[in-house]
């Protein structure tokens, strides 16, 4: 079972996970495939990375039959201590590597 810092963060965690679903429109017609087609049904699949939405969402994805396991290797930042300087530094360090 995990250790939870603060649970009080989930709502937004929730609402941000929901926001780049929305932004990820690939994924999302692959998801709506595998919770139909289940093919990754009985499958095990562990992961170690850098948790951000777009992460979750593809762990979400991958939910539909496969057992999931995840660990963050990078500590998670508050949102709410950081300045939007940070987290536009964030998300362009997340769009070079993902291309």
Same mark, same amino acid.
């Given at each position: =079972?995990?250790? +939870?810092?603060?649970?009080?963060? *989930? $709502?937004?965690?929730?609402? #941000?996970i929901?926001?780049?679903?929305?932004? =990820? /429109? @690939? !994924?999302?017609? +692959?998801? %709506?495939?595998? %919770?139909?087609?289940? /093919?990754?049904?009985? +499958?095990? +699949?562990?992961? &170690?990375?850098?948790?951000?939405t777009? $992460? *979750?969402?593809? =762990?979400?994805? !991958?939910?539909?039959g496969?057992? #999931?396991? &995840? &660990?963050? @290797?990078? /500590? @998670?930042?508050?949102?709410?201590?950081?300045?939007?300087?940070?987290?536009? *530094?964030?998300?362009?360090r997340? @769009?070079?590597?993902?291309?």
């Amino acid at each position: =079972m995990a250790d +939870i810092k603060d649970a009080s963060l *989930a $709502t937004t965690g929730r609402e #941000r996970i929901e926001w780049a679903a929305g932004e =990820m /429109p @690939v !994924l999302a017609q +692959i998801r %709506e495939r595998f %919770e139909k087609e289940r /093919p990754l049904q009985g +499958i095990r +699949i562990a992961a &170690c990375l850098h948790v951000t939405t777009e $992460t *979750a969402n593809l =762990m979400e994805t !991958l939910a539909a039959g496969a057992q #999931r396991y &995840c &660990c963050r @290797v990078q /500590p @998670v930042v508050d949102p709410r201590r950081r300045g939007r300087r940070a987290h536009r *530094a964030e998300r362009r360090r997340d @769009v070079r590597d993902q291309g």
